[in-house]
């Protein structure tokens, strides 16, 4: 029988409430299968619910529930030849955010004041394809160092564009919590897509600001540059977040492209 994957995928994530926090509204999960005859296959998602009470876990929660339950069954009868995943990511984020909102109105709360972001790579042999809302963040580990390949959608990141601030200024700036997008509280959401190339030996992460707003991106390239599996990593990366202070929920999953 003819082998069509020359790639596997290692994968670790963890949810850490962090130092001051005392629910977790961030939320992660994953999955992948190895499989030599279809193709390695695999889904990632983070997600960092906002909202009073418990509204942001909640949130946090059915989108990654949501998400997980359209595109699995996707997944796992897909091949390797299979394309459109950037519309199905779509109507993924889309079936989330709905949840969201009726989530809200059934409860007799301001759908504008439950919501989450939302990061999801969904890999398909040496593709990954991107679904991102908010600012989370998704980057890439590869030959040419660390690199960003999300857009936050907050209010300091349209400042940074603008020229009025300078970009390491969002990391103090008095509005640096302020999403312009985000699920929940729209019927009309704008999803972010896009489509990478993988190679062997780079590395795959998605994260909340509670990792990314206290580390800095230097510190986090020096971290995912050891070796190391992808559990030790997660692990080593939620220990930096919680030393730098742990003012927030930390949602981390890292990803190994590794040989099949």
């Known amino acids: 029988m003819t082998t069509v994957t020359r790639i596997k995928y290692n994968i670790a994530g963890r949810a850490d409430v962090g130092r001051k926090r005392s629910a977790n509204q961030d939320a992660i999960k994953f999955w992948h299968i190895n499989d030599p005859e279809r193709g390695a296959r695999g889904?990632?998602?983070?997600?960092?619910?906002?909202?009073?009470?418990?509204?942001g876990e909640v949130a946090s929660k059915l989108a990654?529930?949501?998400?997980?339950?359209?595109?699995?069954?996707?997944?796992?009868?897909?091949?390797?030849t299979q394309d459109g995943w950037d519309k199905k990511i779509?109507?993924?984020?889309?079936?989330?955010?709905?949840?969201?909102?009726?989530y809200a109105n059934s409860n007799k709360m301001d759908p504008k004041k439950v919501g989450t972001t939302l990061e999801c790579v969904l890999l398909m042999m040496n593709k990954a394809y991107i679904g991102h809302v908010g600012d989370s963040r998704i980057y890439l580990l590869g030959r040419e160092g660390l690199k960003l390949i999300t857009e936050d959608h907050s209010a300091v990141m349209q400042l940074v564009k603008a020229g009025i601030i300078a970009p390491e200024d969002i990391y103090t700036h008095p509005h640096k919590n302020i999403l312009i997008r985000g699920?929940?509280?729209?019927?009309?959401?704008e999803v972010d897509v896009d489509e990478i190339q993988l190679t062997v030996g780079?590395?795959?992460m998605l994260c909340s600001d509670g990792l990314w707003g206290l580390v800095m991106d230097d510190r986090i390239e020096n971290i995912l540059l050891r070796?190391?599996?992808?559990?030790?990593?997660?692990?080593?990366l939620i220990m930096a977040a919680n030393d730098a202070g742990?003012?927030?929920?930390?949602?981390?999953?890292v990803c190994d492209i590794l040989p099949g």
């Not at 779509?90 to 009726?102: D, G, M, S, T």
């Open 202 to 204: 780079e590395r795959v």
């Open 227 to 236: 070796a190391g599996s992808p559990d030790l990593l997660v692990e080593e």
């Open 246 to 253: 742990g003012d927030d929920n930390i949602g981390i999953v």
């Open 90 to 102: 779509e109507k993924a984020f889309k079936l989330a955010n709905k949840a969201i909102v009726q």
């Open 43 to 55: 889904l990632l998602l983070v997600a960092d619910g906002v909202g009073g009470q418990d509204s």
């Open 183 to 189: 699920l929940g509280g729209e019927d009309d959401l």
């Open 64 to 80: 990654i529930e949501k998400v997980y339950e359209y595109l699995i069954p996707e997944l796992e009868k897909a091949s390797h």
